[in-house]
């Protein structure tokens, strides 16, 4: 999606901001976390770890950094727990202390884990040289994304001279319901899932183009099923026009999407649509069939 944003940065992505006063937006509640935890209740579940995890998550793009209080404020801990987590984490280097500021930031070393991540998925390597060719053929923004609960995530990028917002990132988060990636996923999913995964969004109109209705939701699902593609418009982002394929796993399970992003000004209407859906479709099989 050419101008999309990212709606929660992902731990130790860069962004521009500057030291300074800055507005905090209150978290969810701890009760509310751990209960959308699965298996928070359990014997296994270490607390601190969740707790060390919530101090992290407090940071984005909009906080860059934050003071004591604030991390203990947003990450829901007394004083005395956040400075012991937040100390910790000093110490282990995922995070930077500003002593003149008194005020803390994510640090570098927090993107030794998004590394790791993307050098040994067996998915991201063998769709890299699939996703740079339709890069090239199309001229145009292309991707892969991954559902993670309610949201579809950037695993893998190439960024066209034409792309609208190049801050979108490589872990940038969008919501699935109302993106074609998300929806091209959704389309390959159990009934049941799609109902779950439905229940937990928060459906809200982004734009006057954005189709939040649940029962309207899963009527496209079921067309983008019978083409093998979705295609939305100006949902997220006014001038976003997107086509996406998913990508099947052995048991024909949708296990991420393609997809590519043209800007209103470049578009061209059916013709475009027809031509970029074959080479999505296209590009999705030659990745799903590397079994």
């Known amino acids: ?25 209150h978290s969810k509640s701890a009760a509310k976390v751990r209960e959308s935890v699965p298996g928070a209740s359990s014997s296994l579940f270490v607390n601190s770890v969740e707790k060390a995890m919530r101090v992290l998550s407090a940071f984005s793009e909009k906080q860059v950094t934050l003071t004591l209080s604030q991390i203990a404020n947003l990450s829901d801990l007394d004083l005395s727990a956040a400075q012991r987590f937040t100390y910790t984490l000093t110490a282990l280097g995922y995070l930077e202390k500003d002593g003149a500021m008194r005020c803390y930031r994510l640090s570098p070393k927090l993107l030794d884990f998004g590394y790791s991540y993307m050098a040994s998925s067996e998915l991201l390597s063998r769709a890299a040289p699939y996703l740079r060719q339709l890069s090239r053929e199309t001229e145009e923004t292309t991707n892969i994304t991954v559902l993670d609960h309610t949201d579809i995530v950037f695993t893998l990028r190439f960024v066209s001279r034409h792309v609208l917002n190049p801050h979108v990132i490589t872990g940038s988060r969008l ?44 009527a496209r699902l079921e067309k983008f099923r019978e083409r093998g593609y979705s295609h939305t418009e100006s949902e997220y982002y006014l001038g976003d026009i997107s086509t996406a394929a998913a990508i099947l796993d052995a048991r024909g399970h949708p296990v991420a999407a393609v997809n590519v992003a043209v800007s209103r000004t470049r578009w061209h ?16 099989e030659a990745i799903s069939g590397h079994r």
């Open 1 to 25: 999606m050419a101008s999309i944003r990212p709606i929660k940065r992902p731990l130790g992505a860069p962004v521009n901001a500057g030291l300074g006063a800055q507005t905090v937006v």
């Open 175 to 218: 919501p699935a319901y109302c993106t074609a990636p998300g929806l091209a996923i959704m389309s390959r999913l159990p009934a049941d899932q799609v109902d779950s995964l439905l229940e937990q969004s928060s459906l809200v109109a982004h734009t006057s183009h954005t189709v939040a209705d649940p029962e309207k939701i899963r």
């Open 269 to 284: 209407g059916a013709k475009d649509e027809k031509r970029i859906a074959n080479l999505v479709i296209a590009a999705a």
